[in-house]
């Protein structure tokens, strides 16, 4: 069992920062990757970025370049930075972990809301 708990979510003005984070426990020697999530009001969540364990990272198109996933491996701790935020970019964020063994197995937070005023 793997266990996540984001932070740092908030409200923020259009073109401002934020930096979430997402501590994991349990199980982390069998994560594969991690990644966070988002899913805005009335529409399905959908990826925002990944990092394996090798440190290897994909985003999401409406995000390059304005995000930045990292994770520090001494405090199992993954981040989000988040610059030159848009309106559109307002949902709630969820960290993901991912095993992957004979079956695939995804670990959720509880989510952190991020609201962009313009």
């Known amino acids: 069992q793997v266990q996540l708990v984001e932070s740092g979510g908030g409200l923020v003005q259009a073109g401002g920062s934020l930096r979430l984070s997402c501590a994991a426990s349990g199980s982390i020697f069998s994560i594969n990757a991690m990644g966070w999530y988002r899913q805005a009001p009335g529409k399905q969540r959908e990826l925002v970025a990944t990092?394996?364990?090798?440190?290897?990272?994909n985003y999401a198109d409406s995000v390059k370049g304005r995000f930045t996933i990292s994770r520090d491996n001494a405090k199992n701790t993954m981040y989000l930075q988040m610059n030159s935020l848009k309106p559109e970019d307002t949902a709630v964020y969820y960290c993901?972990?991912?095993?992957?063994?004979?079956?695939?197995?995804?670990?959720w937070g509880q989510g952190t809301q991020v609201t962009v005023s313009s």
């Open positions: 993901n972990a991912r095993v992957i063994r004979v079956v695939k197995i995804d670990y």
């Open positions: 990092i394996t364990t090798g440190g290897t990272t």
